[in-house]
Every structure is written in structure tokens, then in C-alpha cells.
């Protein structure tokens, strides 16, 4: 079982940046690939971005590309998530995953943890 807290939220003015972080326990999660998902109020849930277990593959949202930075510290067992040039939309609360099989990490059906979430909130 892996326990996945989310960190580093909190109220951004646009352009600014964030960083958030995922700190996993109760497992290792080099054995997960991990990633970040979003949601804002009245959406669904939506992908972020994802990094393979060996951190050596990463995968963005065409919504963030090149504003978003995600990756991750095996010996801290935590996963991060740089957000620059931020935008209004993307005020959403924030949710780390982790997910053991499959291939496709923009479904969230295929994540087998989640996180509580963590709020962030880019105001003009």
C-alpha cells in the first residue's frame, strides 16, 4: 500500500510559479509510474503530466507543455511538479497518482493511488 501526500499549493499571481511536490510512504514507488492530474470547479478530473518509473520518460498535456516540469527523486521517494509562466486556468486542485500496470498514463482509471490534492490558485 503507498500513501501519496501532496505539498506546495497555495495562491499564485499569473505568470508566477509553483512547485509542487508528492511524497510517497508505505512503498517504493520506483516500482510506479506517477503522475499529476488536475481539477478545476465543475470538471472532471484531468492528466497533467506523468514520468515512467525509471524517470527516464515523461509525458505532458498539451495545455502546459513547456510551462510544466515534472520529476521525480528516488531517494526521497517524491515526485515534483515545476509550474511556471502560470495561467487563471490553471486553478484547479492538484492530485498526485501512482499506478503499478498498464501503459497509458493520461487515463486515471489506471492509477491505483491518489493523493488528497493540494489547491492552487492563479489570480490576475
Known amino acids: 500500500q503507498v500513501q501519496l501526500v501532496e505539498s506546495g499549493g497555495g495562491l499564485v499571481q499569473v505568470g508566477g510559479s509553483a512547485r509542487l511536490s508528492c511524497a510517497a510512504s508505505?512503498?517504493?514507488?520506483?516500482?510506479?509510474?506517477m503522475g499529476w492530474f488536475r481539477q478545476a470547479p465543475g470538471k472532471e478530473r484531468a492528466f497533467v503530466a506523468a514520468?515512467?518509473?525509471?524517470?527516464?520518460?515523461?509525458y505532458y498535456a498539451d495545455s502546459v507543455k513547456g510551462r510544466f516540469t515534472i520529476s521525480r527523486d528516488g531517494a526521497k521517494n517524491t515526485m515534483y511538479l515545476q509550474m511556471n509562466l502560470l495561467k487563471p486556468e490553471d486553478t484547479a486542485v492538484y492530485y498526485c497518482?501512482?499506478?503499478?500496470?498498464?501503459?497509458?498514463?493520461?487515463?486515471?482509471?489506471?492509477?491505483?493511488?491518489w493523493g488528497q490534492g493540494t489547491q492552487v490558485t492563479v489570480s490576475s
Open positions: 497518482g501512482a499506478k503499478l500496470w498498464g501503459t497509458r498514463v493520461d487515463l486515471e482509471a489506471e492509477y491505483d493511488y
Open positions: 508505505g512503498g517504493t514507488s520506483y516500482k510506479y509510474d
Open positions: 514520468i515512467s518509473r525509471s524517470g527516464s520518460s515523461l
